[in-house]
């Protein structure tokens, strides 16, 4: 059972533009929800994280919208650069539950120059 | 650099095959967890130990087996290998039990390859 939906699997976008991904959870008692950046050989990093009290956050040129109703939540990546280009993950948890993290499948981000 | 270790980077073996994954987690940090990586499963919750005691469980097959040592380092057993074993598997280590904010710190992983 895939508890975290994540779409698009790949997108290209220019230099400047804006990276927009999409998850979508189905188990209600997550409370919190992470995205992590991935580089090719390298472990996943916290980028940006949320709570469901907040509907968004942003930090930097990372924004995350989140809408509890729709049971879903996206990472805006503005002015993209082309260090940027990685693979991004969604990712959730539940607290009741431990720590242990539920990742979306991942978005393979390139940025053209 | 998250400051979480692990070793050996890669590891090449046969089916029939045992195996074990090291990681040391960050300074200060009590739990860590172990994740798997393939093409088909994406990133999957094995299991998480914290200051030695198992704290949860995820999709680990019975073949593979964890313990966290009183130095907090950890290591991840694989036996009876199979082809479908080869993967990237990460440790992960956090400073709590599992607060629901904790912040994972992901190591560089190791590369499994099953011949």
């Known amino acids: 059972q895939q508890q975290v939906k994540q779409s698009p699997q790949s997108l290209i976008v220019q230099k400047g533009g804006i990276s927009i991904i999409n998850c979508a959870y189905e188990?209600?008692?997550?409370?919190?929800f992470p995205w992590y950046q991935q580089f090719p050989g390298k472990g996943p990093a916290l980028l940006i994280a949320?709570?469901?009290?907040?509907s968004e956050k942003k930090e930097g040129r990372f924004t995350i919208s989140f809408n509890k109703s729709a049971k879903q939540f996206s990472l805006h990546i503005m002015d993209s650069q082309p260090g940027d280009s990685a693979t991004y993950f969604c990712?959730?948890?539940?607290?009741?539950?431990?720590?242990?993290?539920?990742f979306g499948g991942g978005t393979r981000v390139l940025v053209k120059p | 650099d998250s400051g979480v270790t692990q070793t050996p980077k890669h590891l090449i073996t046969a089916t029939g095959q045992r195996v074990t994954l090291r990681c040391s987690p960050r300074?200060?940090?009590?739990?860590v967890y172990w994740y798997q990586q393939s093409l088909d499963q994406g990133l999957q919750f094995l299991i998480q130990?914290?200051?030695?005691?198992?704290?949860a469980k995820g999709n680990i097959l019975e073949r593979f087996s964890a313990q966290q040592f009183p130095d907090l380092h950890s290591e991840l057993n694989l036996s009876s290998l199979e082809l479908g074993d080869s993967a990237l598997y990460f440790c992960?280590?956090?400073?709590?039990?599992?607060?629901?904010?904790?912040?994972?710190?992901f190591g560089p992983g190791t590369r499994l390859t099953v011949l």
């Open positions: 992960a280590s956090s400073v709590g039990a599992g607060s629901g904010t904790d912040t994972q710190y």
């Open positions: 188990n209600t008692a997550f409370d919190y």
């Open positions: 949320i709570r469901p009290d907040v």
């Open positions: 990712a959730a948890s539940n607290k009741a539950a431990g720590n242990k993290l539920t």
């Open positions: 300074s200060g940090d009590l739990s």
């Open positions: 130990y914290y200051n030695g005691e198992e704290r």
